[in-house]
Nanobody, 126 residues
Framework: QVQLVESGGGLVEPGGSLRLSCAASGFTLMYYHIGWFRQAPGKEREAISCISRSGGRTFYADSVNGRFSISRDNAKMTVYLELGSLKPGDTAVYYC???????????????????WGQGTQVTVSS
């Protein structure tokens, strides 16, 4: 079955950290750029990071740059998102997504992605 499955979310205090995982199955991960998005209640889905097929290029939204880190292990079919210096404003459901194979580089446009995970909840609160 072709799918992405996120894990690693939870409740964390401000200033804390989490490591999210995005496990791919049913397709060859190394052929695809992968992005991470998040959506808070009442807000639009926000693109926050993207990593190229080989992992050699990474991109971050201004809102998370310097605090989050994306990486991948193609042999393990998994993409990771390290969340650090977390703030209450980071509370959201976090999604990983597969960029269409025809895309030449990372994108922040949701419509460019053709496969989404179910999401994992991250709550930052004391």
């Amino acid at each position: 079955q072709v799918q992405l499955v996120e894990s690693g979310g939870g409740l964390v205090e401000p200033g804390g950290s989490l490591r999210l995982s995005c496990a791919a199955s049913g397709f060859t991960l190394m052929y695809y750029h992968i992005g991470w998005f998040r959506q808070a209640p009442g807000k639009e889905r926000e693109a926050i990071s993207c990593i190229s097929r080989s992992g050699g290029r990474t991109f971050y939204a201004d809102s998370v740059n310097g605090r989050f880190s994306i990486s991948r292990d193609n042999a393990k079919m998994t993409v990771y998102l390290e969340l650090g210096s977390l703030k209450p404003g980071d509370t959201a459901v976090y999604y990983c997504a597969r960029l269409s194979i025809s895309s030449h580089d990372c994108s922040y446009r949701p419509n460019d992605y053709d496969l989404w995970g179910q999401g994992t909840q991250v709550t930052v609160s004391s």
